[in-house]
């Protein structure tokens, strides 16, 4: 999940690399390249331009891929609500993994009338736990909940997103028993810090927090964002490929932010984005251009022209 605005990368970025050199043939003495049958995309700074647009180019790209018999998935940090992005551009099964990994979501309906098709859920009393943690260990840490339909959050939560809060409460009265949508699943909690540095506020919550829930950020300021023990980008995107009879090896993956990073490592092929930050940078197989520069579609498009 990003901040407003259109900031969508890391504050240290490395260099936008060359397009990348990709080929469907056996390296010397290694084994065939496994063609690809699923496409994985994050949304914000990789398959979007910092402008929330899809290019004419990357629409074009994304539905050469589906006639060409590969599944396209977004997988974004993104609740459903926000997936108006990409609703026109909605080929084939249309669907989408939100929150993170904590939501999948059949598109076809349209905007806001998004259908969830499986949920995994943060269970309340983790995520109180977390937020006991959190406290702790980061005073000046303050929250959000998302749920599946509704956003509410602590009232000295700053307006870092795309609309109105539904209610302003402590975290701790929100995830209570008797908080409002108590019996509405809570899919991730949303931490800010006001003053430290992102890649170190998230290093000391996973310490803090351990096992309780799973711990990572899309934004280039000091958010983070919590979920379900094991729920990530990746498992949810392994359970989908499991159920569709897709392995690992047939999967190309992009991303540019550390939610990414589990994705571009179980994908048999990942790209990092030429505005990547510098661990999925680490974690991807390959690179390709920034996201302004049409980066998944040039990927595509070489794949697809390599196909035999």
Not at 134 to 143: F, I, Q, S
Not at 148 to 164: C, D, I, R, S, W
Not at 253 to 259: I, L, V
Request: a negative charge; glycine letters at 8%.
């Amino acid at each position: 999940m990003r901040d407003n605005g259109r900031v969508t990368s890391a504050t240290r970025q490395p260099g936008t690399p060359a397009a990348p050199t990709l080929s469907t043939a056996p390296e010397p003495g290694g084994a065939p390249i496994t063609p690809p049958r699923l496409i994985a995309t994050d949304l914000d700074g990789t398959l979007l331009r910092d402008d929330k647009s899809v290019s004419p180019r990357t629409v074009a790209a994304l539905a050469a891929a589906e006639k060409a018999g590969i599944e396209v998935f977004f997988v974004t940090g993104r609740p459903a609500r926000w997936m108006d992005v990409v609703s026109d551009h909605v080929h084939g099964h249309g669907l989408a993994i939100c929150g993170n990994g904590a939501a999948v979501v059949d598109l076809h309906g349209g905007p806001g009338a998004h259908r969830f098709v499986k949920v995994r859920e943060l269970a309340r009393e983790n995520a109180l736990d977390a937020v006991r943690l959190l406290r702790d260990a980061a005073p000046g840490t303050v929250y959000a909940v998302e749920q599946t339909y509704g956003f509410n959050q602590e009232p000295a939560y700053p307006k870092l997103h795309m609309e109105v809060p539904d209610v302003l409460l402590s975290a701790e009265e929100l995830l209570g028993p008797d908080g409002p949508a108590a019996d509405e699943p809570v899919l991730k909690i949303l931490a800010y810090h006001p003053e430290l540095d992102p890649d170190a506020f998230l290093t000391l919550a996973r310490l803090a927090i351990g096992d309780r829930a799973n711990v990572t950020r899309s934004s280039p300021s000091a958010l983070l964002e919590i979920s379900g023990p094991g729920v990530s980008k990746a498992s949810t995107l392994a359970l989908c490929c499991a159920e569709r009879g897709i392995s690992h090896e047939e999967v190309v993956a992009f991303g540019d932010m550390p939610n990414d990073v589990e994705m571009l490592t179980w994908a048999g092929r990942s790209y990092a984005m030429g505005n990547a930050h510098p661990d999925v940078v680490a974690a991807a197989s390959g690179r390709t251009v920034a996201n302004n520069d049409d980066g998944v579609a040039v990927v595509i498009e070489r794949l697809l022209a390599e196909r035999p």
